[in-house]
């Protein structure tokens, strides 16, 4: 009977443990990559947070993402009264959890301070207790001595800078000519920032889109026609810590934050290209063909179809839902030769992602 028992216990173990099961989220690539989904930018109860650290990686699991940085607040800490203020312990607990749920958890901490210069996570720390000074430049000159990326936050925080944009301060050109500022957020919770785009460009910055969150994840929180959280989409040699930072150090990133993308078109448009299939001509009339785009990511694309020649056709606006097959009826004059406008992807602040000739790798049959 004990034995018996004990068997029926053991059963129980392995499909309780075989029932962990979590979401898997479909996105692009850029060939010679593999695509890390992360969220580098969130609060625990060691900060102004709401949940202890290993939620956060149980978050993290169910929803997909392959990396995150817990980065409570090192001159904030409004719970200390009744928790230690170990600026180490949300990595130091979390730790276990993550390497269980095969999330790369990034040792990070919040540097916050006034505008300017504002806030700034310091990513990929040793440690979080060295980086106390009141001096904002000798902390940032101490998280870089520990090999840290340092990422800009909300640079355009409507509390901080009530226009909402990202312009440079001075302090900011002093990081940049030192090289000590290596990402910034163009994207943070619910807010976009203006300007932020084509300095990351221009500077060859990684651009980041993160949730900052601080209350219990909820499915459904974040506006889209999939429900998920900001993301950054860091293009790396492969999925593990080191190469994660290779790629963030080197700027291979681009966002994903509701309905929008947004990235150097380098990235951009391999990416976009790969989350679509493009059918051939399979049905025609004197006037029209037929084809099927197949959307094989999560993403939704907004896309305007013209003729490059400027022929008198409209432009045909479509959606491309997630996961879909959109059938598209287009004009003879635009079967062989178009531009593809995407507008929800961005290349540059005011520029959308367009790629000509977007069906010229497919099997055309019309002249
Ligand atoms: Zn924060």
């Known amino acids: 009977m004990k034995r018996l028992l004990s068997i029926l216990f053991l059963t129980f173990l392995y499909l309780t443990a075989a029932l962990s099961q979590d979401k898997l989220i479909r996105v692009g690539e850029v060939p010679g990559y593999v695509t890390l989904k992360c969220d580098f930018h969130m609060h625990t109860v060691f900060s102004d947070g709401e949940v202890w650290p290993t939620v956060r990686i149980e978050e993290a699991a169910k929803e997909g993402l392959d990396a995150i940085a817990i980065t409570d607040h090192i001159e904030y800490q409004p719970n200390k009264e009744y928790i230690s203020a170990d600026l180490n312990a949300a990595w130091k607990i979390a730790g276990e959890t993550a390497r269980k749920k095969n999330i790369i958890l990034v040792h990070g901490a919040e540097i916050t301070r006034k505008m300017p210069p504002g806030h700034f996570n310091a990513l990929f720390i040793e440690d979080a207790g060295k980086l106390t000074d009141k001096d904002f430049i000798t902390v940032i000159r101490e998280a870089i001595r520990q090999g840290a990326f340092i990422e800009w936050n909300h640079p355009g925080w409507k509390a901080q800078r009530p226009k909402g944009d990202a312009h440079l301060d001075s302090i900011h050109k002093v990081l940049l000519a030192n090289g000590w500022l290596h990402g910034i957020e163009l994207f943070n919770d619910i807010e976009s920032y203006q300007g932020v785009l084509t300095l990351c460009i221009e ?20 506006p889209g026609s999939t429900h998920h959280r900001p993301m950054t989409l860091v293009f790396a040699k492969d999925r593990n810590e080191k190469e994660l930072k290779e790629a963030l150090f080197a700027g291979r990133t681009i966002v994903w934050y509701g309905d929008s993308l947004a990235g150097d078109k380098a990235l951009a448009d391999p990416f976009v290209k790969s989350c679509l299939t493009m059918g051939p001509v399979y049905c025609e009339s004197e006037k029209y063909c037929w084809r099927e785009i197949i959307n094989n990511s999560d993403i939704l694309f907004e896309i305007v179809v013209k003729s490059d020649d400027k022929l008198s056709d409209e432009p045909l606006k479509v959606s491309l839902s997630p996961n879909s097959i959109t059938r598209l009826r287009l004009p003879v004059s635009l079967a062989s030769r178009f531009v593809c406008t995407f507008t929800n992807v961005k290349v540059s602040d005011n520029v959308a992602l367009e790629i000509i000739s977007f069906f010229a790798d497919s099997d055309l049959t019309i002249p």
């Open 203 to 222: 500077h060859h910055l990684a651009v980041m889109a993160n949730s900052d969150i601080h209350i219990p994840y909820e499915t459904g929180y974040y």
